[in-house]
C-alpha cells in the first residue's frame, strides 16, 4: 500500500498538491497508524482542488479526513489566516 500512495502522491493533477503531499508524505510514510494509512489513502483519490480548500480552510473537512488535513497542516507549517 505505500508504494501505490507514493506512486500516486507523485502524480496529482496540481503542482501545488505534488509539493504539499511530497513533503508530508516524507515524515508521514514513517510514523502513520494503520488506520491514519487507510484515511490517507481515501483522501489522496479526492479531488485536488477540494483538498486544496480543506487544507487553506476555504472550505469545511469531511469528518473522516480531519485529523490527516491537521496533521497536514502541521508537516507543512500551514498557517491559517
Do not use: C, Q
Not at 26 to 34: Q, T, V, W
Not at 49 to 54: P, S
Amino acid at each position: 500500500m505505500l508504494k501505490k500512495i507514493e506512486y500516486r502522491i507523485n502524480y496529482r493533477s496540481t503542482r501545488e498538491m505534488d509539493l504539499i503531499f511530497k513533503k508530508f508524505w516524507s515524515n508521514f510514510k514513517n510514523d502513520h497508524s494503520e488506520d491514519e494509512l487507510e484515511i490517507f489513502s481515501r483522501l489522496i483519490d479526492e479531488n485536488d482542488v477540494d483538498i486544496y480548500n480543506w487544507i487553506i480552510g476555504a472550505s469545511a473537512i469531511p469528518e473522516i479526513y480531519d485529523i490527516i488535513i491537521k496533521k497536514i497542516r502541521s508537516k507543512i507549517e500551514f498557517k491559517e489566516n
